[in-house]
């Protein structure tokens, strides 16, 4: 009886640890993942961007991780964001949430139609974003997960992504991912 004390003991130690280690492996199998927002500067007095959704595609070595083709859509944010207000080092917090941790493969602002410049004269142009509102700014990305927070900054380059044409401005996105 003396003998089978210690290894009963020693037996619930070592079950103990496994348990505790297993439930940690648990907690870091997700990161809670932010996505914020900047721009550079433009010869305009405002750039109006109406973010609806931001989705997120996670995938390892290059095959999704999850059924939905490995997309999680965020806590977002909505809202019409003047891009020209986010420079300088201020930044916005776009969207939050949990997505598997692991590699972050592609970034979509999901647009709606509230999208204009105001010029430095201050009249209001209306800004088309090509598949803005149907698939999205898309954002190639491959990026790698480790901690429990992860943030995502997304600079858009608003001097190289605003065009003037001849029927309005058009948005063909520069965006550095930092």
């Not at 961007?49 to 995938?59: A, C, H, N, S, T």
């Not at 999901?110 to 698939?135: A, C, Q, Y």
């Not at 927070?149 to 858009?156: A, G, K």
Request: aromatic share 4%; proline share 3%; charged share 25%.
């Amino acid at each position: 009886m003396k003998k089978l004390i210690p290894s009963l003991i020693l037996s619930l130690f070592v079950l103990s640890a496994v348990i505790v280690s297993c439930s940690k492996n648990e907690q870091n199998d997700t990161t809670n993942l932010r996505v914020r927002l900047t721009d550079n500067p433009i010869d305009l007095a405002s750039v109006f961007v109406d973010v609806k959704e931001v989705r997120v595609k996670m995938g390892d070595d290059g095959v999704d991780s999850l059924n939905n083709g490995g997309w999680t859509t965020l806590a977002t944010n909505a809202g019409v964001y003047d891009l020209l207000k986010l420079q300088n080092g201020v930044d916005t917090l776009l969207a939050v949430g949990p997505v598997p941790t692991g590699y972050v493969r592609e970034i979509r602002l999901i647009l709606g139609n509230n999208n204009s410049v105001v010029d430095t004269l201050g009249v209001t142009h209306s800004l088309r974003i090509p598949s803005g509102s149907e698939s999205g700014l898309k954002i190639k990305v491959k990026r790698k997960l480790n901690a429990t927070l992860e943030t995502l900054l997304i600079d858009f380059d608003a001097a190289l992504s605003i065009k003037k044409e001849n029927d309005g401005y058009k948005l063909r996105p520069v965006i550095k991912l930092m």
